[in-house]
């Protein structure tokens, strides 16, 4: 594991994705986590990943549970391998989930838009109830009204109980290949185009699925099979995430993430094509991945 916190004085960091040079793609991973702007923590692989983020999230639970606040998070489903890890900590350690608001960040829709069962394959809840929920001791589980989900028939409702609590004290999320936060997706298309503005004030909503989502969901779960990813979802927007106390940015995704972690940890400005750079606005941010994920991108076919 290797941390690492402090911008380097001086080196000229490009402003925006297309300023990125050939250098600066293939830097050395130990260069590159050198000048990252964001404090950075590399992973010898995604198994201490998972394992040491599910250790910090049941040390941040534990700290507010022994001060007697409650913990207010927003989370992911992916990564999702952490889930498990933490009930086992939870369960082992005696830490407890009654004064936890859990916000998790989306969930797959049908084509019609409406919310897959919990049953389904893809469902997002039924995950968490699977793999964190039903694996907590009963005694040690959040009442159901604080886990949150994002709701097709009152989006508002999401970020209105979000303030209600107090807002969130920590935001985890991973981020895709083309930097979207749950599925805050890239908004612009040969149609429609929206400002960085406009898409940093976006909150809870329905969204279609772009092509590339489908795709990337396919070739790494259903063999290619385009058919069984649901076709729209309902996300929290940008605004929620970047009102959090802290961001906490996580990837797993090895070697088709590396180019989106540069952009993220070299460029200076936000740009709407690639969300997870609004989080050069956010003023506590802390980024963790695997060694696989920052390691030099390929730019040609090798020997």
């Not at 997002?124 to 604080?146: E, K, S, T, V």
């Not at 298309?189 to 699925?209: D, N, Q």
């Not at 940008?238 to 088709?256: F, K, P, V």
Request: glycine share 6%.
């Amino acid at each position: 594991m290797t941390n690492v916190s402090e911008r380097h004085i001086g080196y000229p960091y490009p402003d925006k994705s297309s300023d990125l040079t050939d250098e600066q793609l293939s830097m050395p991973a130990e260069d590159l986590a050198a000048i990252a702007r964001h404090p950075l923590t590399v992973y010898a692989d995604t198994t201490e990943l998972y394992h040491r983020l599910a250790r910090q999230m049941a040390d941040e639970l534990r700290a507010n549970n022994m001060r007697g606040e409650p913990t207010r998070w927003i989370l992911p489903v992916g990564p999702k391998a952490q889930y498990p890890i933490l009930a086992r900590i939870c369960n082992q350690e005696r830490i407890s989930w009654t004064e936890v608001f859990a916000f998790h960040m989306d969930e797959f829709l049908d084509w019609q838009g409406r919310p897959v069962d919990p049953s389904h394959p893809f469902s997002f809840r039924g995950y968490c109830d699977r793999n964190l929920y039903q694996l907590l001791d009963p005694d040690l589980r959040p009442h159901p009204d604080n886990i949150i989900y994002p709701d097709v028939f009152d989006p508002d409702a999401y970020g209105a109980r979000l303030r209600q609590v107090g807002g969130a004290d920590t935001c985890f999320a991973g981020f895709g290949y083309r930097g979207h936060l749950a599925f805050n997706e890239p908004p612009t298309t040969r149609w429609h185009h929206y400002g960085l503005e406009e898409f940093a004030a976006s909150t809870t909503r329905i969204v279609p699925l772009l092509d590339d989502t489908i795709m990337a969901h396919s070739h790494r779960v259903t063999g290619g099979y385009t058919q069984a990813i649901p076709r729209m979802a309902i996300t929290l927007g940008m605004s929620e995430i970047l009102s959090s106390r802290r961001l906490h940015l996580i990837t797993d995704g090895g070697a088709w993430k590396r180019y989106i972690v540069r952009v993220l940890l070299l460029t200076t400005e936000p740009e709407v094509q690639l969300p997870v750079t609004l989080a050069h606005r956010h003023p506590n941010v802390h980024v963790s991945l695997d060694a696989d994920s920052i390691a030099p991108c390929a730019l040609g076919l090798g020997s």
